[in-house]
């Protein structure tokens, strides 16, 4: 499929929620191999090891969960060195620390421009950027188990065990540090089932969106929504009761003007 790179190359990154095992992260790796984009994945690791100066052991043993990283670290330090006396901060200074140093880096890459960012918040932490496509790639259980079987060689009984347990820590990460849900299909600018669609195409379809995404960088926010460019209807639809009015706002009552 062909793309209008110059209209591409003026979006700065994309982000990939996935269910697991609905080929989210392969689609993301394919979609950056397509646009010549660097994959940020395990690189947002990386970085924020760097950041907090701690191994990437460490980063990814809180990586999408919501245990505190500095608890973990300064309680491995009182196991190794038990008479030194460590102040443990609350789960939430920890949680605090990793965010800061995550939406750090998440915020950078974007403002390096040209990223497929795969998970960790991003569609919440660049949510308002205009020059970012957001998606979500989903699938039935059925096919997302089949494919965890075959990608990561478990058996039916494993590879349902484990899509549940990674999407479980998924919504609860998010839950946690951004009081949303990443089923909250209104993060997105599409949502790709992968139940029929290949992967290639499910690609094709995130590149026609990021294409169609750049042309309305310019356009006053007045200007999008469904409502652009649409005239009224040339009569009253099917379903329209007359017997429905629009209420009147009353005097004293600020509810009612809601």
């Known amino acids: 499929m062909g793309e209008n790179r110059d209209g591409i190359a003026r979006m700065r990154a994309?982000?990939?929620s996935r269910e697991y095992g609905s080929?989210?992260?392969?689609?993301?790796?394919?979609?950056?191999?397509?646009?010549?984009?660097?994959?940020v994945d395990h690189e947002v690791l990386v970085q924020v090891a760097k950041e907090l100066g701690c191994t990437e052991a460490d980063v990814e043993s809180y990586d999408e969960q919501v245990e505190s990283l500095v608890s973990r670290i300064l309680n491995s330090l009182q196991i190794v060195q038990p008479t030194m006396p460590l102040a443990v901060p609350k789960a939430?200074?920890?949680?605090?620390?990793?965010?800061?140093?995550?939406?750090r880096v998440v915020e950078a890459a974007a403002a390096t421009g040209h990223v497929v960012i795969v998970g960790r918040g991003s569609q919440v932490i660049l949510g308002k950027r205009r020059d970012v496509l957001h998606a979500r790639v989903v699938a039935p259980?059925?096919?997302r188990i089949a494919y965890v079987m075959r990608r990561e060689s478990l058996d039916r009984a494993a590879a349902h065990?484990?899509?549940?347990?990674?999407?479980?820590?998924?919504?609860?990460?998010?839950?946690?540090?951004?009081?949303?849900?990443?089923e909250d299909a209104h993060l997105y600018d599409i949502v790709v089932n992968t139940a029929i669609l290949g992967l290639d195409s499910a690609v094709d379809l995130l590149c026609m969106a990021l294409e169609h995404k750049s042309r309305r960088l310019t356009t006053p926010s007045a200007e999008l929504g469904p409502v652009a460019g649409l005239a009224r209807y040339t009569g009253q639809p099917s379903d329209f009761s007359q017997s429905v009015q629009p209420t009147e706002p009353q005097a004293g009552n600020p509810k009612s003007s809601e």
């Open 14 to 16: 994309v982000t990939i």
């Open 23 to 39: 080929g989210g992260g392969e689609i993301a790796a394919r979609l950056a191999k397509r646009l010549g984009w660097q994959l």
């Open 92 to 103: 939430e200074s920890g949680g605090q620390v990793y965010q800061q140093a995550l939406r």
């Open 141 to 143: 259980l059925n096919a």
């Open 161 to 182: 065990a484990r899509i549940q347990f990674k999407d479980r820590n998924r919504v609860r990460y998010l839950q946690a540090v951004h009081s949303l849900h990443p």
